[in-house]
């Protein structure tokens, strides 16, 4: 038969399985239900969050013009940001092309444009 010590001992560590269950049961659940308010809040901004992904609800349409002009953008600040221009303001020593390949373009050193992807660039060919 067994003593009460015994029987004390058995109910306590049972109360702390079953406590620690509970517990660990509440946490998830108070950690799913603050996922799903935050869902919800970022429902209402128009951020709408699955199980196959995010979509963003937008109230912006872009057109075929739209989309050209913010690539085109896009491909004028790569090619402003690819020329390297120091302090000064005599540049042409900097320039990519050689003096002799851009007199080549212009026989008479008189300013004279290029076209790269279709978006004319003027520059000068004269030398200072």
């Not at 038969?1 to 109910?11: E, G, H, P, R």
């Not at 690819?82 to 008189?110: C, E, I, M, R, V």
Request: hydrophobic share 35%; charged share 20%; aromatic share 8%.
């Amino acid at each position: 038969m067994a003593s009460w010590i015994d029987v004390l001992s058995f109910l306590t560590i049972t109360s702390l399985f079953v406590g620690t269950i509970f517990g660990v049961v509440y946490i998830a659940k108070c950690i799913s239900a603050a996922a799903q308010n935050t869902k919800e809040s970022l429902q209402t901004k128009g951020i709408s969050i699955s199980d196959k992904g995010v979509s963003i609800k937008t109230s912006k349409r872009f057109d075929r013009e739209n989309y050209v002009d913010a690539t085109q953008r896009g491909v004028i600040k790569a090619l402003d940001a690819s020329n390297f221009h120091p302090g000064g303001t005599d540049d042409s020593q900097y320039n990519l092309k050689s003096k002799s390949s851009s007199n080549l373009l212009s026989a008479d050193g008189a300013a004279h444009s290029s076209k790269i992807f279709g978006i004319r660039r003027s520059h000068s060919g004269a030398s200072k």
